[in-house]
């Protein structure tokens, strides 16, 4: 969309670090031009008008002006906040991981509504369910569908044939499933049917009707490893949100006695 | 020269002219402004230590407050950064022990809690049994989610958790404030 000097958009706040004594640098997912760097003054005053709208994860609207070098935001007015007294650790964990992977497997400058409305919803969503794996695997497949990484879940990339039932295999390299006679052509591993039909629903189904599926913990897992490294694979490096997830959970088997289940 | 560039370069908001000013600075400078600063920097690292029970920075250990006996040892205060002590300690308002963190829970950028003083905290607890923990992280995602994890590790213990108050800051328009400052400062509002 062509831009004036002055412009407004609604946006995400993806991340926020702290420029000089009081200004910050902050991440925008905007619903109008797509991802972005913007500056904003002042935001770490005590006074400060913007501060308390540019937290992150929050939803905005925004009155952006360009700057010399990076866009300056001059008005912020929060939509919707994500954490609210009642929002808990694990959806505060959620949330980064969400806008992680958003700014992870977006380019600066490339709109796209629909990723816009996707992540409104989950950040929506993984408050208000108790266990968030399942949204945060539909948002991980959805995130791969739009950005144009859909898996292939249906037939056999190589050879396009229903695999068999207990020879099933994912390939991160060819994007999707291969059958038993097609799986020496990449670097594959073995997934389940069940996983297999899971990430058929869940691509297909919707934000509300993804929480119906109950999967069991084996499962959960599995569907955990495919994607989340299917993810990584794509924008081949680690994510900082997962990386502190897996510290996270060795850290707690060693010093509390029940370690959470967050991804 | 140049090695002192680079050790300037290094510093937080230092960019490569302003080391080259400083180092400038420094060859004009008097010998003995300038030999004062080198020691000033060698003592810090000497002599500056963690404090074993709150490890806030100090240079006798345990740190002044901590041997201060007139204090209310039965109240922790939990805050992220040496400089929150010094804050709320100008505030004259609060008369119980610290117990600095050195950062807050970040997923976004990969700091856990092992990356903080929280075992610290945990077998401190565990050792004073404190009534009451008061969690002054600060006021923003990072500074939540530690006051969140850090009340969910101690859920079962016999401990008062407390958080500090949120609303709207001295000076501050309400036309302007966001609606989570807002609903919060609803929520925590006094009869006069």
């Known amino acids: ?263 | 020269m140049s090695r002192l560039i680079q050790a300037f370069n290094r510093l937080p908001g230092i960019g490569p002219k302003s080391a080259q000013r400083l180092t400038y600075h420094l060859i004009r400078m008097d010998e003995d402004e300038a030999f004062a600063l080198s020691e000033a920097i060698r003592d810090v690292k000497e002599k500056i230590d963690f404090c074993e029970s709150c490890q806030n920075i100090t240079e006798a250990n345990p740190c002044a407050i901590c041997m201060d006996s007139s204090r209310d040892h039965s109240t922790l205060c939990v805050v992220e950064e040496p400089l929150d002590v010094l804050a709320l300690e100008r505030t004259g308002s609060y008369s119980g022990l610290y117990h600095v963190l050195h950062g807050a829970i970040s997923p976004m950028n990969n700091v856990g809690p092992n990356d903080l003083r929280l075992e610290e905290l945990l077998a401190r607890i565990t050792t004073i049994h404190p009534h009451e923990l008061i969690l002054a992280t600060n006021p923003n995602l990072e500074g939540e989610a530690t006051a969140m994890y850090i009340k969910g590790i101690l859920a079962g213990t016999s401990v008062t958790i407390t958080r500090l108050a949120k609303g709207l800051p001295m000076g501050s328009d309400l036309e302007y404030a966001d609606s989570s400052t807002l609903s919060q400062a609803f929520e925590g509002r006094r009869e006069l």
């Open chain 1, 1 to 263: 969309m062509p831009r004036q000097y002055t412009y407004a958009t609604e946006a995400i706040i993806l991340r926020r670090s702290s420029v000089g004594e009081t200004d910050s640098l902050v991440t925008l997912y905007t619903k109008s031009y797509g991802k972005m760097r913007a500056f904003a003054r002042g935001v770490r005053k005590p006074n400060s008008k913007l501060g308390g709208h540019l937290e992150p994860l929050n939803q905005v609207n925004l009155l952006i002006t360009q700057g010399r070098s990076l866009p300056l935001i001059t008005q912020a007015d929060m939509i919707q906040g994500f954490y609210t007294p009642s929002t808990n650790f694990e959806a505060i964990v959620s949330g980064c991981y969400i806008a992680d992977c958003l700014d992870a497997l977006t380019v600066e400058e490339v709109e796209s509504q629909s990723l816009y409305s996707l992540a409104c919803r989950q950040f929506k969503q993984v408050q208000a369910v108790e266990n968030a794996q399942t949204q945060l695997r539909f948002f991980e497949l959805q995130l791969l569908a739009i950005s144009g990484y859909q898996p292939e879940v249906n037939v056999c990339l190589y050879c396009r044939k229903l695999p068999k039932r207990y020879s099933i295999y994912f390939s991160f390299e060819a994007g999707g499933i291969l059958c038993q006679d097609c799986k020496n052509q990449f670097n594959c591993f073995v997934i389940s049917e069940t996983s297999t039909k899971a990430l058929r629903y869940l691509l297909t189904t919707e934000t509300e009707d993804a929480q119906k599926i109950r999967m069991p913990e084996a499962i959960q897992k599995e569907l955990a490893h495919v994607l989340t490294n299917y993810l990584q694979f794509v924008i081949d490096r680690r994510l900082q949100s997962l990386v502190f997830y897996h510290r996270l959970q060795k850290w707690e088997s060693s010093v509390i006695a029940n370690p959470r289940t967050i991804y």
